[in-house]
């Protein structure tokens, strides 16, 4: 695709369920990232890939949540044993290269809105 | 530590009028870059402006410009000629090593 994907757009789950996120980046992206939204706070950063191995993620909150990266393209974030405070919007966002980037080529997607009820 | 704050939650600008978003950061880099991004009701975030802290030079994008002040660790987003379209959350960001930093957003209203 043109851009990078996420899916679902919106995921509804009850409190304790696992949830998996996906995000499809640009094809060719070697950097990916995947940053929470909540209610009135930032962006804040979860992981960063760089091809599959992540080099940094300190940003990942608990042990509930991991990411993986498969084929150096999709990749998926997982919330084990949701809580209400996991409710947030998941954006991912793609670059062709990670550290040595200026940010002017970081792609975002549309992000994963979840809800935990 | 690096940090990025944005102290307006929220703004309002009438149509055809300028606005300015204030932004200031916390970096012991030299050299860093410094970034407003747009995040319209489609939650897609979509890069306003960039800016390289060795460049003394503001950046400018069209109807879009920055006042940046290294010393004074300060980034304020000027708008001129706000459009409706304009309308949105706008976020300040700081490249970490690896990562972007961002603020906790200014939400922008424009009104006709």
């Known amino acids: 695709g043109a851009g990078v994907s996420q899916s679902p757009s919106n995921k509804v789950t009850e409190k304790g369920k696992d949830v998996e996120l996906r995000c499809d980046p640009i094809s060719g992206h070697t950097a990916l990232y995947w940053y929470r939204q909540s209610l009135g706070q930032g962006l804040e950063f979860l992981i960063y890939f760089q091809g599959n191995s992540a080099p940094d993620k300190s940003g990942l909150p608990s042990d509930r949540f991991s990411a993986e990266r498969t084929g150096g393209s999709v990749s998926t974030l997982t919330i084990q044993r949701t809580q209400q405070e996991d409710s947030a919007v998941y954006l991912c966002?793609?670059?062709?290269?990670?550290?040595?980037?200026?940010?002017?080529?970081?792609?975002f997607g549309s992000g994963t809105q979840l809800s935990v009820l | 530590a690096q940090t990025v704050t944005q102290s307006q939650p929220e703004m309002s600008v009438q149509e055809a009028e300028t606005v300015t978003l204030s932004c200031t950061y916390d970096t012991s880099e030299n050299n860093y870059y410094l970034f407003w991004y747009k995040q319209p009701p489609s939650r897609q975030m979509i890069l306003v402006i960039r800016?390289?802290?060795?460049?003394?030079q503001n950046a400018t994008e069209n109807r879009f410009s920055v006042n940046f002040q290294k010393a004074a660790k300060s980034f304020s987003l000027k708008i001129s000629d706000s459009q409706l379209g304009d309308t949105a959350m706008y976020f300040c960001a700081l490249k970490d090593t690896d990562k972007l930093i961002f603020g906790t957003g200014t939400r922008l209203q424009v009104f006709p």
């Open positions: 966002a793609s670059s062709e290269d990670g550290v040595s980037w200026g940010g002017e080529k970081l792609f």
């Open positions: 800016q390289e802290a060795y460049k003394q």
